[in-house]
């Protein structure tokens, strides 16, 4: 009976041992990238913004593409009086009662180059006098007809300059906004990461200091140390209990943060791997700055914007100038009893029409207008000019940071191993009673600083690393542009 006492508490403890495991999760920081790109909320947004980009563009394109539409009034009702002038010049109200239906079927095409829009139409008309008790048709068959601007702004023209730069621009933003993502995630993955290290360091000194600090009643009763040390132990050990409490606090607050962020409702514990240097990769400036001015969303806004500008002084000389419009059409059309009678010898049907518009007095405000247009346009250069410095100095800097970074780590990952190793021998020393107390802490800080120094070396490495691929939207890598 109690052997199988015995085996059934190895195995309560073996299960209860993996449930403890079952809820961890134990995640490394390119896996937190990965999942924050696919299931974040930032994410998310990133994937409807380009639809929304997508579907603009081809709004765009389809005001370029011929437009079938039927327009119509059917039916067409009216029972009323009107007056009726009469022969002597006296007014007699009259009973109508009459049905007016219109149908009309018509093609059109705008013309980018000119602005203008020509179309095909064709259209039938019916009318019932119920009073009478007559009912006639009229219609034409055919008609081509051409509407076009002259001495205008073309919009059409210039927006086929524009628009494709806005749905490339948008498509780059896309990318611009998964590699924030991961810039995000990296940032919360190492807030976390430096939380647990923290607590790991408290845990640790916890432990130490509780150990050392009964080793230390024992020496006093030996007389090997004095009461101020032992208390300066004690102090220690007070210390590192307040340190653990805050630290367990930060770790909890800093794993819902980035579980938050990654859109994720897991409730089991993370722990998170350290993760290690890429490796080494040389970045050239030149071909950060090159891969950049061709990929970044800021890039391409840089030739929209100046474009915009010149458009809008387009747009001012033109419309404080001569407008003029040239609407003609040509066509057939007929009348009858009947429908079929419309197509049957129908007559020639032209109209032809010069509108124009000249102002002549204005009191300035045309020239006032087009010189505002001048100056907007002027401004736009001077800021993509002060844009692109700064655009390019960010980008110098980021390279100069990550090279500096890749032989940082390095640094402090040796003085992470030696802190680590020195604190170990003035451990046994003390022990030994070959230390004093105050060389034991200065170890025990330095070793902290030193642990703290080489994860903290190692998120500035990968948040400059990811802050590169995010300013030129080109993996130093792999030597390939980013694409998803």
Known sequence: MTMMRYFSTLLFIWIASLNVSAQIRTLALREVVDLAKEQSIASKQAVTQKKTNFWQYRSFLADYKPQLSLNGTV????????????????????????????????LSQSIALTGGTISVQQQIQRFDDFARNNTRYNGIPFEIG?????????????????????????????????????????????????AQVNLQIAEKNRSNNDTLYKIAGHKLELGKISQNDLLQLQM??????????SAQQAA?????????????????????????????????????????????????????????AERDVQFAKKENGLNASLIATFGLSNQGSRPGDIY?????????ELQLNLPIMTWGRNKARTEVARANQEFAQQSVEQDKLTFEQEIFTQVTL?????????????????AAERYQIAKERFILSDLSVTDLGIATQEKDIARRDYILALRDYWQSYYSIRLLTLYDFEKNEKISY
């Open 146 to 194: 051409l509407k076009q601007p002259l001495f205008r702004f073309n919009a059409l023209k210039w927006d086929r300059k524009i628009q494709p730069l806005k749905y490339q621009e948008g498509n780059q933003q896309y990318l611009q906004s998964l590699e924030q993502v991961a810039l995000d995630a990296t940032g919360y993955y190492f807030e976390l990461l430096v």
């Open 75 to 106: 039916p067409g009702f009216t029972r009323s009086y009107i007056e009726v002038v009469q022969p002597d010049g006296s007014i007699s109200f009259q009973p109508v009662s009459y049905n007016n239906s219109l149908l009309s079927l018509s």
């Open 402 to 418: 990550l090279q500096m970074l890749q032989k940082q780590i390095k640094l402090t990952k040796l003085a992470d191993n030696i």
């Open 236 to 245: 220690g050990l007070l210390t590192a209990q307040k340190d653990l409490a």
């Open 252 to 308: 909890a607050v800093a794993s819902l943060k980035l579980k938050l962020y990654m859109g994720t409702r897991d409730e089991r514990e993370l722990e998170l791997e350290i993760p290690m240097e890429t490796r080494e990769f040389a970045v050239d400036t030149q071909i950060a700055l090159d891969e950049a001015f061709a990929n970044r969303s800021a890039a391409v806004g840089f030739r929209r914007k100046l474009l915009e």
């Open 344 to 352: 049957i010898s129908p007559q020639d049907r032209e109209f032809v």
